[in-house]
T-cell receptor
């Protein structure tokens, strides 16, 4: 099956710094990529949807200036958490799909802000 | 009312038992995913289906569009099946709606 690679899998950063998470579709061109956030024992919450070459669409309550999403190519999307705070500590997951096909998920990134 | 409801929320069973996880929804969809999330967080897409039934190994997924209901079955369950199973609605081209998940524990 298709593979989505997410990097890094774990990151610890200091409060106030920025962290970039990459999501790559390795063997297909993803027309759409999604970024999710998951708190312990809760389901995934969609943060934003991005289409290659256009601005991301953010869900209500997600700060677009804090969570910068770049979808520069059909195989790469990045999420940058700017000026991270301890409350941003969470599990972030991306998924990628082509139109009318199933979504494939990255392995997730566990972010800890200290 | 949530657009998608999964049941049960938690399920513990003995190795070898037949497992059923249900997903009911109240909106129109183009397809439905079943996902498996392991304790480490990694997610695997098990099935995407828009009608009928699909089978892969010991896993079977069914969907009834008229009744707005889908089920995931696991035959001859094994401790390695222990995970959270998530039903995801696909609406239109892009929108995904996630169920709350079912935490399955299979004891040896």
């Amino acid at each position: 099956g298709a593979v989505v690679s997410q990097h890094p899998s774990r990151v610890i950063c200091k409060s106030g710094t920025s962290v970039k998470i990459e999501c790559r579709s390795l063997d297909f061109q993803a027309t759409t990529m999604f970024w999710y956030r998951q708190f312990p024992k809760q389901s995934l919450m969609l943060m934003a949807t991005s289409n290659e070459g256009s601005k991301a669409t953010y869900e209500q309550g997600v700060e677009k200036d804090k969570f910068l999403i770049n979808h520069a190519s059909l195989t790469l999307s990045t999420l940058t958490v700017t000026s991270a705070h301890p409350e941003d500590s969470s599990f972030y997951i991306c998924s990628a799909r082509k139109l009318n096909t199933e979504a494939f998920f990255g392995q997730g990134t566990r972010l800890t802000v200290v | 009312k949530n657009e998608v409801e999964q049941s049960p929320q938690n399920l513990t069973a003995q190795e070898g038992e037949f497992i059923t996880i249900n997903c009911s929804y109240s909106v129109g969809i183009s397809a439905l995913h079943w996902l498996q999330q392991h304790p480490g967080g990694g997610i695997v897409s098990l099935f995407m289906l828009s009608s009928g039934k699909k089978k892969h190994g010991r896993l079977i997924a069914t969907i009834n569009i008229q009744e707005k209901h889908s089920s995931l079955h696991i035959t001859a369950s094994h401790p390695r099946d222990s995970a959270v199973y998530i039903c995801v609605l696909i609406q239109g081209a892009q929108k995904l709606v996630f169920g709350q998940g079912t935490r399955l524990t299979i004891n040896p």
